[in-house]
């Protein structure tokens, strides 16, 4: 296992448990945006091709992450919600259309469907809270039920969900599943294919340890088509770089929903700290993170007065736990938690804690011993 201080060298005393919101860079991810901004000083753009073949590189990564058949149906977006927004406003929506979504979606997966309003599209928002949600989404699905839009795992309960069982019951139902995997994409294993997902999306600066800005949409192969294209330029196109082709067509890869100059800053980062998690590998990265996830919830378990606010079953967990302490105010709790250099969120009613996979022992004792003694033990 991946040392901390090799690539995760964070100052003494910190205590980061924040990788659902945004993660620290390993020490890969730095050098190679050092590398890059050296380059740029020193010989600024000239060996461009050279960086293109970086960019490729994190394609193959990402398809490889996602188990996309081809890395030609990822493409490299700003974020989630950039993503989310090519679904929402390419798909051809007919008045009394109607989506599934859940009640605990992070805003960007409730917002965007929400803003199909004026072309009379209606969300339906089904509560997470019974002992079968998977059935009651399904169940939500009616004909008139064209989409279903969900978290892999829910942003403030950290609630995962039995993927491969939504998409086998959308696609029975004639259901296009999208999925919001950025909670999932980096801390546990996601496949697109078992899970038979039309769309998903995935922004790198959480669980892939990348930077802001740069994040991955996967668009199944046959469903390119259906998407209208809201934005155009140089880069979507099949010939992109033939500046003198006066005709054109959008790129048949999912290059197309890429309208211009790359994000080669991010891609730098990102494509160093996707080298890492490939090279620790995804079942590994799961059960570390699985293991600090028990210890946490363990120890947090031990404590008068704790309330958990995330899943117990095992098939629920993810790497994110939730929880509320009685006779504490979770703003005060959070702040007295910042002063002891706990970074965490506060987030569903709750403080919200996030390890990764290299979340060292002492990070995770340290907090655990400054709850009992916030509790009063
Ligand atoms: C479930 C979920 N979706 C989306 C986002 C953010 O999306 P974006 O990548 O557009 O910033 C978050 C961030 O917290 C999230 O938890």
Known sequence: MIQNNDEFPQIVGLRYLNHAAVAPWPRRAARAVSAFAEQNVGIGARDYPQWLTVERSLRQRLARLLNAPTSADVALVKNTSEALSFVAFGLDWKSGDRIVISDEEFPSNRVVWEALRPQGVEVIQVSLKGSDPEADLLAACGPRVRLM??????YASGMRLDLQRLGEGCEQRGVLLCIDAIQQLGALPFDVQSNRCAFAMADGHKWMLGPEGLGVFYCRGDLRDRLTLHEYGWHMLEHAGDYDRTDWEPARSARRFE????????????????????????????????????????????????????????????????FRLAGWDNAALFERLKAEQVVCALRGGGIRFSPHFYTEERVIDETLAQLRAIAGH
Do not use: F, H, K, Y
């Open 149 to 154: 839009s969900i978290s892999a795992v829910q």
């Open 259 to 322: 309208c211009g100059s790359p994000n080669l800053l991010g891609t730098m980062a990102l494509e160093a700290s996707l080298s890492l998690l490939e090279e620790v590998g995804m079942e590994q990265v799961a059960s570390a993170l699985a293991e600090r996830i028990d210890w946490l919830r363990q120890g947090l378990e031990g404590l008068n007065g704790i309330e958990m606010l995330s899943p117990a079953e095992r098939e629920r967990r993810s790497g994110i736990l939730t």
